[in-house]
C-alpha cells in the first residue's frame, strides 16, 4: 500500500510554495470571517449551545482537508445536517440539556464511523447511483422547515418545543395576540442589512454585518419593550476534550439516524467537491472523500464538535478567493481560532430575533430555484424524486425522507438500466457510402434480412435487464418467425451470471428450431469473464465472432437457400 493512500496530504503538500501560501492565507481569512455568524446559526438550528458551531468549524475542517481529495472542498457545520441532528435527538432528550449535548456527540462518532467504514470499502461510487435530486427537494424542504422553526424568535409568539410542522404553524396562527412588532424589526433589519452589503460589497461579510446591525438597533428598541432576549456570551476558548455516550442502549438508539447523517453528509461533500473539481480541472477521488469527511467526524466528536459536512458556500467562496491547496481550509480554521478569542464576548449582545434573521436568510439561500424549475420542467422521474424528497422532509420523519429519497433514486436508476435500448439494425446499402456497414433502421429505413436479425444492446446484461432482453428476443421469434439472431455486443459493459444463464437458454431454444444466437464484437474484458465462467463453451465458440463480415459470412451459411431464392431484399454481398 502506498503511503500516500494513508496520507493524501502528503501529495499536496509537494505544491505548497510562497505564491500558493499567500494565496491560501487570503482564502482562510475569508473563510473564517464568513463561518463565524454561519457556525453560530447553525449551531442554533441543530440545538445546541452557539459555540459548538464554532467548534466544528474549527475541528472538522482540518482533518478533512488532511485526509480528503479535495483542493477546495471545506467542510463544517451545515445547515442540512443540522436540521437533522436536531430532528434525530430531539426525540430523545431536550435541546440544550447536557443528554442532548451527549448524544448529539454520540451521533457523530456513529456517523463518522459509518463514513469510514464505506471509504475504507471503497464504496464511494455509490454516490454516482443517488440523484442529486434527493438533496436538492431535502434541503428545500428542510429551508421550510428552519423557517418555520424560526418565525417564533422574530415574532414573539410561543411555540411548544417538539411541534411538527403544521402544528407549529397551527400554534403561531392561534397566537397572533402575542405578535411583538419590535422583534420582527430587529429581524427584518438585520436580514435587508445583510442582502444589501451583499449587493454592494459583494466580499464583504455581509451576514457579520447584519448581527452588528441587528445588534445596535435592539439597543435603539431596548426601552420600548422587554421581550428582546440575548444571545448569551460565547466561551473564549479553543474546542474542549469531549466523550460520547458509548452505551450499548445510547449506539443502539442512534444507530439508525446517525446513518441518515452519514448518508447526507457524504452526499453533500462528494457533490460540493465534483462542482468545484469542475472549475478547478481536479480530479476528485470519492473513496478519500468518505475517509476524510469520516475521520472529521469521528475525531470532532472528541473535541466538542457536531457532525458536519462539505459547505456549498465556503467551499465556493474558498475556490473564488484563490485557494490553491487544502492549507486555505486549515488556515481558514486557526484564523476562526483567533476570531474566537478575540471577539466572543461580543456575542452577548447579540439578540436572538437578529440571529433568526440571519437563519431565514440561509435557509432561503438553502432553496435552488433554478435546478427545482428545471427538474419540474423537464423530468418526470427527477421531478417524482424531488417532491417526493420534498414532501417527506416537511411531514415525515427527516432521517426518513433522507432514506426515501435515496431509495426512490436507486429504484429509477434500477428501472432505466433494466430496459436497455435495443435498436434493430441492418446494413446500409447506399452506393455513396465507402463501406458497408450496420445502421439503426429508425435512422434511416433500410430493408432487412428475413432470416436474420440484427440488433444492438446498449447496455449490460445483468440479473436486472434480463427479462427485458428475453422478451425482446421472444418477440422476434414469435412474431417475425426469425430464429437466427446476431448480437451486436459492442455497447455491452459487463454479462453477470444470471444474463449468461438467459441467453444460453435463449440460445438452446433457438437450436431446437434450427436458429442461433450469435454474437459480435464483445469487449475484452466482457468477452474475457464469459469464457471465464463457461458461458461461450455452452453456446458454442462458433456463435462468437470478432468482426461483422465474418459473423456474416458464417451466419449466412446456416440460413434456409431456399427462402434465400425467393428473397428480393439481398442485402448482403453473400447473397449475390
Not at 454561519?38 to 445546541?48: E, H, K, M
Not at 441518515?260 to 478547478?280: C, F, P, Y
Not at 437450436?511 to 458461458?535: I, R
Amino acid at each position: 500500500m502506498k503511503l500516500t493512500s494513508i496520507f493524501p496530504f502528503l501529495v499536496w503538500f509537494k505544491l505548497v510554495t510562497k505564491e500558493s501560501i499567500k494565496a491560501d492565507l487570503l482564502a482562510g481569512l475569508t473563510g473564517a470571517v464568513i463561518v463565524l455568524p454561519q457556525g453560530v446559526a447553525f449551531a442554533t438550528i441543530a440545538g445546541l449551545p452557539p459555540e459548538y458551531g464554532l467548534y466544528t468549524a474549527m475541528v472538522t475542517p482540518i482533518i478533512a482537508a488532511l485526509f480528503g481529495s479535495s483542493f477546495h472542498l471545506v467542510s463544517g457545520p451545515t445547515t442540512a445536517i443540522s436540521i437533522v441532528v436536531f430532528a434525530a435527538i430531539s426525540h430523545h432528550a431536550e435541546p440544550g440539556t447536557p443528554e442532548f449535548l451527549s448524544m448529539a456527540l454520540t451521533l457523530t462518532f456513529l456517523a463518522g464511523v459509518y463514513q469510514l467504514a464505506f471509504g475504507l470499502a471503497r464504496l464511494g461510487a455509490l454516490v454516482n447511483f443517488v440523484s442529486h435530486t434527493v438533496v436538492i427537494g431535502f434541503t428545500a424542504g428542510a429551508a421550510i422547515l428552519i423557517v418555520t422553526s424560526q418565525i417564533k424568535h422574530v415574532t414573539g409568539i410561543f411555540v411548544p418545543k417538539g411541534e411538527s410542522f403544521l402544528h407549529t404553524w397551527g400554534d403561531l396562527y392561534q397566537g397572533m395576540g402575542e405578535f411583538n412588532i419590535y422583534l420582527l424589526v430587529i429581524a427584518l433589519v438585520t436580514l435587508f442589512t445583510a442582502i444589501i452589503t451583499k449587493k454592494l460589497v459583494p466580499k464583504a461579510p455581509n451576514l457579520l454585518i447584519g448581527m452588528v446591525a441587528g445588534s445596535l438597533i435592539a439597543i435603539f428598541l431596548k426601552d420600548y419593550t422587554t421581550d428582546i432576549k440575548l444571545l448569551g456570551e460565547i466561551p473564549a476558548q479553543l474546542p474542549p476534550l469531549s466523550m460520547p455516550d458509548f452505551s450499548f442502549a445510547t449506539i443502539k438508539m442512534l444507530a439508525p439516524e446517525a446513518f441518515a447523517v452519514a448518508l447526507l453528509g457524504l452526499i453533500e461533500a462528494v457533490s460540493i467537491s465534483r462542482a468545484v473539481a469542475t472549475k478547478s480541472d481536479q480530479r476528485i477521488d470519492s473513496n478519500q472523500e468518505f475517509v476524510g469527511q469520516g475521520l472529521s467526524n469521528l475525531v470532532g466528536s472528541f473535541f466538542s464538535s457536531y457532525a458536519g459536512s462539505g459547505s456549498f458556500t465556503r467551499s465556493g467562496v474558498n475556490y473564488e478567493a484563490g485557494a490553491k491547496t487544502p492549507l486555505s481550509a486549515i488556515f481558514a480554521a486557526i484564523f476562526l481560532v483567533i476570531i474566537v478569542l478575540l471577539v466572543a464576548p461580543l456575542t452577548a449582545y447579540l439578540p436572538i430575533a437578529a440571529m433568526g434573521g440571519i437563519i431565514l436568510l440561509v435557509a432561503y439561500g438553502l432553496i435552488d430555484f433554478h435546478h427545482i424549475k428545471q427538474t419540474l420542467a423537464f423530468s418526470k422521474s427527477e421531478s417524482a424524486i424531488l417532491l417526493t424528497t420534498f414532501f417527506a422532509t416537511l411531514f415525515l420523519e427527516l432521517e426518513f425522507a433522507i432514506y426515501m429519497g435515496v431509495l426512490l433514486s436507486l429504484i429509477l436508476f434500477l428501472a432505466r438500466t433494466s430496459t436497455p435500448n435495443i435498436p434493430v439494425l441492418s446494413i446500409d446499402n447506399d452506393p455513396n457510402s465507402a463501406s458497408r456497414r450496420f445502421i439503426d433502421i429508425e435512422e434511416k429505413p433500410v430493408e432487412e434480412c428475413p432470416q436474420l436479425k440484427v440488433i444492438r444492446i446498449d447496455m449490460s446484461i445483468y440479473f436486472g435487464s434480463v427479462s427485458h432482453i428475453q422478451n425482446t428476443i421472444s418477440n422476434v421469434v414469435e412474431d417475425e418467425k426469425i430464429v437466427h439472431i446476431l448480437i451486436e455486443a459492442s455497447g455491452i459493459n459487463f454479462i453477470d451470471l444470471a444474463g449468461a444463464e438467459v441467453l444460453v437458454s435463449e440460445n438452446k431454444r433457438l437450436l431446437k428450431q434450427k436458429g442461433g444466437l450469435y454474437f459480435v464484437g464483445l469487449k475484452p474484458s466482457v468477452y474475457e469473464f464469459t469464457a471465464k465462467s463457461g458461458f461461450i463453451k455452452q453456446i458454442g465458440n462458433d456463435h462468437f465472432f470478432d468482426s461483422k463480415s465474418r459473423a456474416i459470412r458464417s451466419i449466412y451459411k446456416r440460413l434456409n437457400k431456399e427462402s434465400c431464392l425467393d428473397c428480393h431484399a439481398k442485402i448482403f454481398s453473400e447473397c449475390k
